[in-house]
Nanobody, 124 residues
Framework: QVQLVESGGGLVQAGGSLRLSCVAS????????VGWFRQAPGKEREFVAGISRTGGNTFYPDSVKGRFTIFRDNAKNTAYLQMNALKPEDTAVYYCAATNSVRVGLTESAYGYWGQGTQVTVSS
């Protein structure tokens, strides 16, 4: 099993940047695919980024492509989500998720481990 703890959320003006971190417990972080999701009030949780075990493959939806970057440091058991050019519509609780599947899932159901979430608020 793995436990995930996110940090780095906060309040930022539109056009600004934030970097979220997701620290995992355990010694086998490199055996987990990691995804970032977000959930805005009244909306379903949506996928925003995914990264393979080694970091060699990344996936993004069109809504964040070119603005968000997911990367990981397996030696530090940490995954990151760098968010640039933030927009008010990016406001949400952001969750880190992990799965020991080989494939990078694009849906919530593909992930079995979740962090508690961190709030990101982008003001206009």
């Amino acid at each position: 099993q793995v436990q995930l703890v996110e940090s780095g959320g906060g309040l930022v003006q539109a056009g600004g940047s934030l970097r979220l971190s997701c620290v995992a417990s355990g010694r086998t972080f490199n055996s987990y695919v990691v995804g970032w999701f977000r959930q805005a009030p009244g909306k379903e949780r949506e996928f925003v980024a995914g990264i393979s075990r080694t970091g060699g493959n990344t996936f993004y939806p069109d809504s964040v492509k070119g603005r968000f970057t997911i990367f990981r440091d397996n030696a530090k058991n940490t995954a990151y989500l760098q968010m640039n050019a933030l927009k008010p519509e990016d406001t949400a609780v952001y969750y880190c998720a992990a799965t020991n599947s080989v494939r990078v899932g694009l849906t919530e159901s593909a992930y079995g481990y979740w962090g508690q979430g961190t709030q990101v608020t982008v003001s206009s």
